[in-house]
């Protein structure tokens, strides 16, 4: 197998603080402190809370990643994982060419085609049809070879009539939706994915996950970003766990998973955020923290298979929020998804969030879970449109006593549920 992406030491630094705007004065102040050894005013960056304090220097100048190194082999769908801030969708728009690295090198050989937030590569003016031929040719496609996939594009994507209309009047769904359908059939070499495919349907979701899993099958190259355990799991032969902008773990998915979750996921039942956590780009919604309570409303990390679950989740809005539900998953510690919860599964739409800061709880029967670590994630959004903020691996707990006190109950067993049954033996004439 060859070589089609290879990551040489690459840094990238951003300068925190206010730049005093861009006047002739300020720039020659810039080229001056260049000629004299000086550093430049300070760029603006909003840094996630979830960013550790290691990846701001002695300057005070933020590094996004240090010294990160991998090769991704032709054929091969690796997944990039970790927490928010940890430099993966930096990565990716190194990768992508959209980012200039302050330090080292990216190689990548063949047709590259790349989903990263919703509204790039776009322009807004132009009309879904234009798009995709201006896309096309971007990536290298003749008119005949866009005009030849165009019709499959448009199916894929169900636009529909929509085609014809500028892309500024997307919802984020559809601007998704046909971003992907392009991306997915210029037959690239190398496929990158981000994390935008959330904010799609879940059917939605399921055709694209499909098609990714054609386009590796077929031998090309796919590079995943994603907070669905799941899908990372399914799709995924290798991650690449990020941690602190440096590469923490890069091997099998099971065993990547399986370290990735359990990792910083404290057992105690409390976890809190002082500044909140929100995903980037957003400043409307933070988690503030979670507790996981026992049946005596105390926090703790052991539950007990099939007894109440009681979890509480606090998180907090600066204004109004329309449409938004909040909810969590469990995962097994290999990334097995258990179940998955929001506030709103009983409504027939979401609420209107407001002002302030909040708690819920929810409370339900655990299900007979088999001995184990568990790990709970958070997660809140506006279905179809955008999210709002997640965590993955917010908290974890324990179930150890799964078994109906039977000595042979303890013996190791596959399978994440271990119900509690009625065996009858009869003689046999």
Same mark, same amino acid.
């Given at each position: 197998?060859?070589?089609?992406?290879?990551?040489?030491?690459?840094?990238?630094?951003?300068?925190?603080?206010?730049?005093?705007?861009?006047?002739?004065?300020?720039?020659?102040?810039?080229?001056?402190?260049?000629?004299?050894?000086?550093?430049?005013?300070?760029?603006?960056?909003?840094?996630?809370?979830?960013?550790?304090?290691?990846?701001?220097?002695?300057?005070?100048?933020?590094?996004?990643?240090?010294?990160?190194?991998?090769?991704?082999?032709?054929?091969?769908?690796?997944?990039?994982?970790?927490?928010?801030?940890?430099?993966?969708?930096?990565?990716?728009?190194?990768?992508? @060419?959209? *980012?200039?690295?302050?330090? !080292?090198?990216?190689?990548?050989? $063949?047709?590259? =085609?790349?989903? /990263? +937030?919703?509204?790039?590569?776009?322009?807004?003016?132009?009309?879904?049809?234009?798009?995709?031929?201006?896309?096309?040719?971007?990536?290298?496609?003749?008119?005949?070879?866009?005009?030849?996939?165009?019709?499959?594009?448009?199916?894929?994507?169900?636009?529909?009539?929509?085609?014809?209309?500028?892309?500024?009047?997307?919802?984020?769904?559809?601007?998704?939706?046909?971003?992907?359908?392009?991306?997915?059939?210029?037959?690239?070499?190398?496929?990158?994915?981000?994390?935008?495919?959330?904010?799609?349907?879940?059917?939605?979701?399921?055709?694209?996950?499909?098609?990714?899993?054609?386009?590796?099958?077929?031998?090309?190259?796919?590079?995943?970003?994603?907070?669905?355990?799941?899908?990372?799991?399914?799709?995924?032969? @290798?991650? *690449?766990?990020?941690?602190? !902008?440096?590469?923490?773990?890069? $091997?099998?998915? =099971?065993?990547? /998973? +399986?370290?990735?979750?359990?990792?910083?996921?404290?057992?105690?039942?409390?976890?809190?955020?002082?500044?909140?956590?929100?995903?980037?780009?957003?400043?409307?919604?933070?988690?503030?923290?979670?507790?996981?309570?026992?049946?005596?409303?105390?926090?703790?990390?052991?539950?007990?298979?099939?007894?109440?679950?009681?979890?509480?989740?606090?998180?907090?809005?600066?204004?109004?929020?329309?449409?938004?539900?909040?909810?969590?998953?469990?995962?097994?510690?290999?990334?097995?998804?258990?179940?998955?919860?929001?506030?709103?599964?009983?409504?027939?739409?979401?609420?209107?969030?407001?002002?302030?800061?909040?708690?819920?709880?929810?409370?339900?029967?655990?299900?007979?879970?088999?001995?184990?670590?568990?790990?709970?994630?958070?997660?809140?959004?506006?279905?179809?449109?955008?999210?709002?903020?997640?965590?993955?691996?917010?908290?974890?707990?324990?179930?150890?006593?799964?078994?109906?006190?039977?000595?042979?109950?303890?013996?190791?067993?596959?399978?994440?549920?271990?119900?509690?049954?009625?065996?009858?033996?009869?003689?046999?004439?």
């Amino acid at each position: 197998m060859s070589t089609v992406i290879r990551v040489e030491n690459i840094s990238k630094r951003y300068r925190l603080g206010q730049t005093h705007g861009g006047s002739f004065a300020n720039r020659i102040q810039r080229a001056a402190g260049k000629m004299f050894g000086r550093r430049a005013p300070r760029a603006a960056l909003k840094v996630s809370a979830a960013s550790s304090p290691s990846q701001v220097d002695d300057h005070g100048d933020f590094w996004a990643l240090r010294d990160v190194s991998l090769s991704v082999e032709a054929g091969e769908v690796v997944g990039l994982i970790g927490r928010n801030g940890a430099g993966k969708s930096t990565l990716l728009k190194i990768l992508s @060419r959209i *980012v200039t690295p302050t330090a !080292g090198r990216a190689e990548l050989r $063949g047709r590259v =085609a790349s989903l /990263l +937030e919703v509204g790039t590569g776009f322009h807004p003016e132009l009309t879904g049809r234009e798009n995709v031929f201006l896309n096309g040719a971007i990536l290298g496609m003749t008119k005949a070879e866009i005009r030849d996939r165009f019709q499959e594009i448009v199916d894929f994507s169900e636009i529909g009539t929509f085609i014809d209309t500028p892309v500024k009047r997307y919802s984020s769904g559809m601007y998704v939706r046909l971003a992907f359908a392009v991306a997915a059939h210029i037959d690239p070499e190398i496929l990158i994915v981000d994390e935008v495919l959330a904010v799609g349907d879940l059917e939605f979701q399921r055709k694209c996950l499909g098609k990714i899993a054609d386009i590796s099958g077929s031998g090309r190259t796919v590079l995943f970003v994603s907070h669905n355990v799941g899908a990372v799991r399914r799709l995924c032969t @290798r991650c *690449v766990v990020l941690d602190s !902008g440096a590469v923490a773990i890069d $091997g099998t998915t =099971a065993a990547a /998973l +399986e370290r990735y979750l359990a990792k910083g996921a404290a057992c105690n039942g409390v976890a809190t955020w002082d500044q909140g956590i929100s995903n980037p780009g957003i400043d409307d919604f933070r988690f503030l923290g979670v507790r996981l309570l026992d049946e005596m409303g105390q926090p703790s990390g052991h539950l007990s298979s099939n007894g109440n679950f009681n979890l509480e989740i606090q998180y907090c809005t600066d204004r109004d929020v329309q449409d938004c539900r909040v909810g969590f998953q469990i995962n097994a510690a290999d990334g097995t998804p258990v179940c998955e919860l929001y506030d709103t599964d009983v409504l027939s739409r979401a609420p209107v969030r407001r002002a302030g800061r909040k708690t819920l709880s929810c409370t339900f029967r655990c299900p007979e879970l088999a001995n184990g670590r568990y790990v709970i994630s958070l997660n809140a959004g506006i279905p179809f449109t955008r999210n709002l903020a997640y965590v993955e691996g917010a908290i974890a707990f324990e179930v150890a006593n799964s078994n109906n006190g039977g000595f042979m109950s303890q013996l190791p067993r596959s399978g994440l549920i271990c119900p509690i049954a009625e065996w009858r033996a009869q003689e046999v004439a």
